[in-house]
């Protein structure tokens, strides 16, 4: 199976748009369909109403019209997000130029829900309260807006696990920890899933690699450098269960550890904008650590923890800000909710995200590598 994915651009007779077929349910290990949908011309698309999907804007604007509810029409822009669950017809309208990204089920068994949802990052990026960030995750490495998470109802993969969806955007790696040949880069291995990241807006220099079994401590071999650019995906295929499965044993525990999926990311002068699925999906509380080839923690040693409990009772709240806000602002009427209960809540979120970016930054400037620097322009910004 690859992991470096490269398809070609393919234009039916008498369509208004392109279609980039990435991954297919019948073929790679999450069971589901994902496409790209490039418009040359305005033009129209209806996806299955027996089927449920992920549908995110990549580029230009558009409008979702629901088939039977009174005509009513949802606007969309970059930074939206939708799941569109069985059961519910649909049409979307695109723009000249415009772009989506569709993850479909095979089956209706597949959708956890019902319910249509649309997630506007105007609002995920206003989800934090203390310190403590949600859904929308400043580092040093990388900014990941956390769309769906482990409870929230949308697809499930053919093994019959939650899966998740990200936007992320990697960082330049001046100033990171280096790998064992000194070169600056993002570590990873996730041991415990499955991911597949569609780059669709890459600058600079990037590139990818992963290592080959056994995996090392040190000396450690790697397969080859891919270079990624806008039309590339890669793919952590390891499944567990499969032949690339690694088990060791832990030295100080006697207990079992299965590896997989460890890989290098390198960005020079630039970043890499993605999107993500996670087989089975995060929860949404674990944190990456720079230098160290990091991991989202399995969820048997997440869900049930006081951690978990406590982060789940205050996502919730402010998920129904962010369900409330996005749909009133898709429709037209948002100025409506000013002054509501959600209409302060994100303020306030806002207000603790920003605290929460102002602080990381000055730290790293106290470290003086410079990472401060690169993330300058993705921090929040509050102007009223």
């Known amino acids: 199976m690859q992991k470096l994915i490269k398809n070609n651009w393919r234009r039916e007779p008498g369509e208004q748009f392109e279609r980039l077929e990435i991954l297919s349910h ?17 033009g129209s698309l209806a996806p299955s109403e027996f089927v449920g999907h992920i549908i995110s804007v990549m580029r230009g604007k558009g409008r979702l019209r629901l088939v039977g509810e009174n005509g009513q029409i949802l606007h969309l822009d970059i930074g939206v997000h939708l799941y569109l669950p069985p059961g519910i017809a ?5 723009d000249p130029g415009g772009e989506i990204l569709q993850v479909s089920s095979v089956s ?28 929308w995750i400043l580092t040093p490495q990388y900014l990941s807006r956390r769309i769906f998470l482990h409870h929230d109802p949308i697809l499930l993969s053919k093994s019959g696990n939650p899966v998740s969806w990200f936007r992320t ?16 880069v993002f570590k990873m291995s996730y041991n ?44 952590l295929n390891e499944a567990a269960g499969s032949p690339e499965e690694e088990c060791q044993i832990d030295e100080t525990t006697g207990t079992r ?22 087989d089975p999906a995060p929860t949404g509380i674990e944190k990456h650590r720079p230098g160290e080839y990091s991991d989202y923690e399995p969820l048997s040693q997440v869900i049930g923890t006081k951690l978990y409990e406590t982060h789940h009772r ?71």
């Open 108 to 135: 209706a068994s597949q959708a956890r829900s019902k319910r249509l949802i649309l997630r506007d990052e105007t609002f995920l990026s206003a989800c934090a309260y203390g310190s403590h960030s949600l859904r």
């Open 192 to 235: 415990s899933r499955t991911e597949f990241n569609v780059c669709y807006d890459v600058k600079g220099k990037a590139r990818v690699r992963m290592a080959y079994h056994p995996y090392e401590n040190t000396k450690q071999l790697w397969g080859p450098w891919f270079a990624l650019d806008d039309d590339s995906t890669y793919h």
């Open 314 to 384: 205050e996502i919730v709240r402010y998920d129904d800000m962010v369900d409330q806000l996005s749909i009133a602002k898709a429709r037209g009427a948002l100025s409506t909710l000013h002054g509501t209960p959600a209409w302060e809540l994100y303020l306030q979120g806002r207000g603790a995200q920003a605290a929460i970016e102002s602080e990381l930054a000055n730290k790293l400037a106290a470290e003086g590598n410079g990472r401060e620097l690169v993330l300058a322009q993705w921090m929040q910004t509050v102007t009223d």
């Open 90 to 94: 649909s049409v979307i309208d695109m």
């Open 257 to 278: 550890q299965f590896l997989r999926n460890k890989h290098e990311v390198h960005i020079v002068n630039g970043h890499v904008t993605l999107f993500c699925l996670f």
């Open 26 to 42: 019948d073929i790679h290990p999450e069971g589901l369909d994902v496409d790209r949908i490039r418009f040359i011309k305005a």
């Open 169 to 184: 955007t990697m960082f330049d790696v001046a100033g990171l920890p280096v790998n064992q040949d000194g070169e600056p």
